[in-house]
């Protein structure tokens, strides 16, 4: 499913999180980086040509940024409907799972009651054919 991870399939597993982790991380340091330095940096482009435009160079600064925290962003909303997905499927799985429950309990319950009629009627049987025919001329018993 993702490449570059490790994992070939199924579920991603915590070198998503891992990654975006890293990502978010590089670019809060890019960003403050870029903060701190934004004053040498106007600083030396006076220096170097009087014509320079630091706001344009700022610009193009924030806009690498921009689009760096863009992908993060996109990294995570990945993370987050994987995650959810897998939290749906738990769940799906876990409501069919109650249900193979309640119906194995209920499948249980008239085996058992199979089971002992099946066992009453082997007894009838079982009292029925042992018994010696009675006759219609031998006395009933009372």
Known sequence: MSSGTGHSGGAPTMPW???AA???LGAH??????????GEILKMLRER???ADPLAA???GQLLTIERQAKVLDLL???LA???????????HGLEMQALRLEMQTLETQVQ???TRCDETYDRLVRATTRPAQSADSPKPA
């Open 17 to 19: 999180v891992e990654r």
């Open 22 to 24: 890293r990502e978010a």
């Open 29 to 38: 340091c890019e960003a403050a980086g870029a903060h701190q330095d934004t």
């Open 49 to 51: 040509d009087e014509e």
């Open 58 to 60: 700022i610009s193009e």
């Open 77 to 79: 909303r990945t993370v």
């Open 82 to 92: 994987v995650v959810g997905e897998i939290r749906t499927r738990q769940d799906g």
């Open 113 to 115: 009651r199979l089971q």
